[in-house]
């Protein structure tokens, strides 16, 4: 458990930051408020008596100094992460503290592990990037799927999503990474990421039911395919969205999240389905769940608590799959999510 360590969370007020934040709480650490939006961080705090909220900008270094002064570990939230995630992991670096983040921009996930892999490694810190819904739960269920395998062939990563009302953060993010991509679609095939300017098929996948089998936007590409072949031997990495999500997180006028539940939570359901194959052999992983966004925080979280409680399996930039035991990691979660292995 959290025992009071505190850990700054940066964009602490918005949609994933209140359930991060909630969550530390519930975990028994301290969160300390952090973001640009000196009004909407004070709100928070007003909201949450008795935490420290510390205004800072990626622009001002010694504003983010500030923040995570005698904080344990820091949570970046705050996207778009092409912007946001250099800064504050510099940040943290001079703090000697450990940096996660729940990006789901690809670009952006590159991006920490091309500029910071090696003084990471140098300093033996700690950063884990996409350690959220996207990136870091398909990574882990990848990698507790392989099990004793060093090595496959493919990998397929399927989101069975009831649909997709996606947060003005998810908007921006997914601008940023557009503009970066010039418009093109990524996959990563051959053992590296393509960029292509054809539109992506839809074809169908069968997935456990009840859900059973639906059509799917083939290579609807996630931030997995950077974090399962940062430590994979999979040449093949290949995400899927279910149609009807994919038309609502594309649709201008898809309407906001409505929560339906005490904890926040919206009405939307998730089913990540994880195939990897080898020769003519064949293991699956399933997670099931309620909310995206949610459930984000308490793999953020449980991430953080392993960290610093000395669970990992190295340091310097890691994705979730590699730093953390995934079978393990997934069944702390269970209240949060529902898990089948079929090794």
């Known amino acids: 458990m959290g025992t009071g360590h505190k850990v700054a969370v940066f964009g602490a ?21 952090s973001g640009r939006d000196t009004d909407k961080l004070q709100a928070l705090a007003a909201s949450r008596p008795g935490l420290d909220a510390r205004p800072a900008s990626v622009g001002d270094p010694a504003s983010l100094d500030r923040a995570l002064a005698g904080a344990a570990a820091v949570i970046n ?47 033996g810190a700690v950063i884990v990037p996409a350690m959220a819904f996207y990136g870091g739960l398909g990574d882990l269920l990848a990698t507790a799927a392989m099990g004793d395998w060093t090595a496959a062939d493919e990998a397929h990563i ?9 947060t003005a953060g998810t908007r921006a993010a997914g601008a940023v990474s557009r503009e970066r991509r010039g ?3 990524v996959r990563y095939a051959n053992g590296r990421l393509e960029y292509r300017h054809d539109d992506p098929s839809t074809v ?10 639906r059509a799917v936007i083939g290579e609807f590409t996630m ?53 990897v194959r ?33 669970r990992t399996r190295t340091a310097g930039v890691a994705s979730a799959g590699e730093i953390f035991d995934a079978p393990d ?7 949060h999510i529902s898990l089948e292995l079929h090794a």
């Open 183 to 185: 418009g093109r679609r």
């Open 158 to 166: 399927a989101y069975g999503l009831s649909s997709w009302h996606p």
């Open 329 to 335: 990691f997934l069944r702390a979660l269970s209240s």
């Open 204 to 213: 169908e996948w069968h997935f456990p039911d009840p859900m059973g089998t």
């Open 278 to 310: 080898s020769g003519g052999a064949e293991r699956r992983a399933v997670a099931r769940g309620q909310d995206i966004y949610a459930v984000t925080a308490p793999l953020v979280v449980e991430a953080v608590d392993r960290i610093l409680t000395g």
């Open 77 to 123: 939230c705050a996207g778009p992460f092409a912007t946001t995630a250099a800064p504050v992991i510099e940040a943290a670096l001079r703090a000697g503290i450990p940096y996660v983040d729940v990006a789901a921009e690809i670009e952006a996930n590159v991006d920490t592990f091309t500029h910071f892999t090696d003084r990471a490694r140098a300093a």
């Open 223 to 275: 931030a997995d395919v950077v974090t399962v072949p940062s430590h994979l031997s999979i040449p093949e990495v290949r995400t899927y969205m279910t149609v009807e999500a994919a038309r609502d997180v594309s649709a201008p006028d898809t309407p906001t999240l409505t929560a339906v539940d005490e904890h926040g939570r919206s009405d939307q359901t998730f089913l990540v389905d994880v195939v």
């Open 13 to 33: 007020y918005g949609h994933t930051g209140r359930f991060v934040v909630a969550q530390l709480l519930d975990r028994g650490f301290l969160p300390v408020l």
